[in-house]
């Protein structure tokens, strides 16, 4: 009883994955109407074009997203927060930016970055500018990314990483992220990605892996990611659930939904394997394949069919 307990509650820690942005602070404002007790502060898309007078009240301010404000001027933006060490959460999404604003250094205990949808941003001065900075989440989704620099090994603190929508497909990049010590979830979904390069094995770290929504219908020896707890890999090209999932060792869950699965590897009857939960939610799976299915997984603490077929 108390393993199923302990294991249920796992469950739901794991299907909730990585959450940012939305667990900080209290309410959120939505308006210039601030004060000096306001700490989260969303003006995203507000078409602003300078900087609100009010801005030097904001003396407790942990988190601001001012993303979509193409005509703002962010670093006058920055430099008129009167306590630029108090802000943890600094969202800059699509503002069209070439660089980021030199008065970012002001903001010494930043933890979690979005800068996503700026593809003029170098990512090599982009590092250049954060690296000294106590970052555990940065966002560089649609930003037209191919590869990433070595220099990238200097982020050590980040832990959550975001490269949603870019095509990052070479070698030495995931062999880069492999070697930053405490990176624990990496976003590559809609990244055009036809293979996983064999490197994306040297990725021991990661406990969550997203790589769903690319053009994947097989998968390389996955056995050195030792840490990975949840891999989502649905809207994929997949035929048959891949054998390379018994081959990690920590592996608990799998979101293997709307691709073209038809067929299940008798291998899964065969051999042990930590997989606890299976997503194959719209995947083409005859009757007959999903009954063996069910026999195979009875053990599972989650197993979905779910069609539209």
């Known amino acids: 009883m108390i393993r ?3 294991i249920t509650i796992l469950l739901l820690v794991l299907l909730s994955s990585c959450s940012t942005y939305d667990t900080f602070y209290g309410e959120t404002v939505r308006t210039t ?4 007790k306001t700490r989260r502060l969303d003006l995203s898309y507000q078409d602003l074009k300078e900087t609100p ?4 009240k904001l003396q407790a301010l942990r988190m601001l997203n001012v ?10 933006i920055l430099e008129s927060l009167p306590s630029p060490e108090t802000l943890e959460v600094l969202i800059l999404d699509s503002l069209n930016l070439t660089k980021l604003p030199k008065q970012l250094n002001a903001f010494k205990n930043l933890k979690q970055l979005s ?3 700026n593809p003029s941003l170098s990512l090599t001065e982009v590092i250049t500018a954060i690296e000294g900075m106590p970052l555990e989440f940065l966002n560089l989704k649609g930003n037209r990314l191919t590869q990433l620099p070595e220099t990238i090994t200097r982020l050590e603190s980040l832990q959550d990483l975001n490269l949603s929508y870019n095509e990052v ?16 979830s990496l976003w590559l979904d809609h990244n055009k990605l036809q293979t996983l390069p064999e490197t994306i094995g040297e990725l021991s770290q ?13 998968l390389p020896d996955l056995s050195t990611m030792k840490s990975t707890w949840v891999i989502h890999a649905g809207h994929n090209r997949f035929t048959s ?10 592996l608990f869950l799998v979101h293997m939904n709307n691709n073209a699965i038809a067929t299940i590897p008798r291998s899964y009857e065969e051999k042990d394997y930590s997989m606890m939960a299976l997503i194959l939610d719209h995947n083409p799976l005859p009757e007959q394949e999903r009954i063996w299915a069910e026999k195979t997984f009875k053990k599972f603490f989650l197993l979905s069919f779910k069609q539209t077929f």
């Open 241 to 250: 659930l891949p054998e390379q999932l018994m081959g990690i060792p920590g």
């Open 33 to 36: 109407a601030v004060d000096s």
């Open 206 to 218: 990661i406990r969550y892996l997203y790589i769903d929504h690319n053009e994947l219908a097989t």
């Open 67 to 76: 993303s979509g404000n193409t005509q703002l001027d962010v670093g006058a």
């Open 115 to 117: 800068i996503g949808y």
């Open 169 to 184: 497909h070479d070698i030495a990049s995931y062999t880069y992220l492999g070697k930053l010590p405490n990176l624990y």
């Open 53 to 56: 007078i009010a801005f030097e």
């Open 4 to 6: 199923a307990t302990v």
